[in-house]
């Protein structure tokens, strides 16, 4: 989960950071840091995997009530990923495929199937905190944004670098993140995103860390669109599997029905 944004240049009661002091500033400052790139491969060698098998359940925390869905992930990298909802029986037998770019979502109590694009991606998935958007975003960061450290904070007893990310490209859902990521064990702790004005739209705590072989893993995360109200979305996970062997028959759009 990605970065904070500082600001050098300071303006208020008719304090100018200028010309060589900036300079001499950003330099001692931005020195002792490591690289953006660095911080974040390390990072991505927690968080990504070739591919994974997940069960998890998601709390919606609405204004006034709360509901629990549960689901079964496949995930290969970042390009194919196939769910299915398990309960409540509402949602079950739900079904959900993304195969690189195309999202497709089967309803059993339609028997339809459907491609989701376009707008309708902005759509809140089940009332939650997240959009379909957020679901499709599995790449790396690197592939969408150049990072860069800009500065160091405790957070929730761990010691953190932030770290600022700038979309490379204006097509980018997010063009500004900011990661706050624990020095020792390269997790992310916090992730804020925000839009190309500054203003903030989402924000991501990451808790319960735990060891999977040589990678660190959160157990729950909380979403919170900042622009709906309620308490947020956790999402449990209650068990995964990494470098699984997945049947490629799972990732078909028959697999749907």
């Known amino acids: 989960m990605s970065i904070m944004k500082k600001q050098l240049i300071l303006l208020s009661g008719g304090l100018l ?6 300079l001499s500033g950003a ?16 990072m991505d060698r927690n968080m990504s995997s070739e591919n994974r098998v997940m069960t998890s359940k998601m709390i919606i ?11 079964k992930t496949w995930a290969v990298g970042d390009q194919k990923s196939y769910s299915e909802y398990l309960s409540p029986p509402r949602e079950a ?29 902005r759509q809140s998935v089940m009332g939650s905190d997240l959009s379909y958007e957020d679901m499709m975003d599995d790449a790396t960061y690197q592939d969408n944004y150049n990072a860069a450290v ?17 979309a490379k490209t204006s097509d980018v859902t997010y063009q500004i993140r900011k990661v706050w990521v624990d020095r020792e064990k390269y997790i992310p702790i916090r992730e804020e995103l925000y839009a190309k004005s500054g203003k903030l739209l989402k924000k ?7 060891r999977n072989g040589n990678r660190w893993f959160p157990g ?15 999402f449990i996970i209650e068990s995964i599997e990494f470098d699984a062997d997945i049947p490629d028959h799972i990732f078909t759009k028959a697999s749907l029905r």
């Open 220 to 234: 729950r995360m909380v979403f919170k669109d900042m622009l709906k109200k309620g308490d947020g979305t956790e």
């Open 17 to 22: 950071l200028t010309g060589g002091l900036l």
């Open 93 to 121: 037998g739900t079904k959900m495929l993304k195969l690189e770019d195309a999202l497709w979502i089967y309803s059993p109590s339609t028997d339809r199937t459907i491609q989701i694009s376009g707008h309708m991606l």
């Open 27 to 42: 330099g001692a400052l931005y020195g002792q840091y490591p690289s953006g790139d660095e911080v974040m491969d390390r």
């Open 61 to 71: 925390h609405g204004s006034r009530t709360s509901r629990t869905i549960e689901s």
């Open 204 to 210: 991501t705590e990451l808790y319960d860390f735990k």
């Open 150 to 166: 800009i500065g160091e904070e405790s957070l929730r007893d761990s010691e953190c670098w932030i770290v600022e990310l700038n």
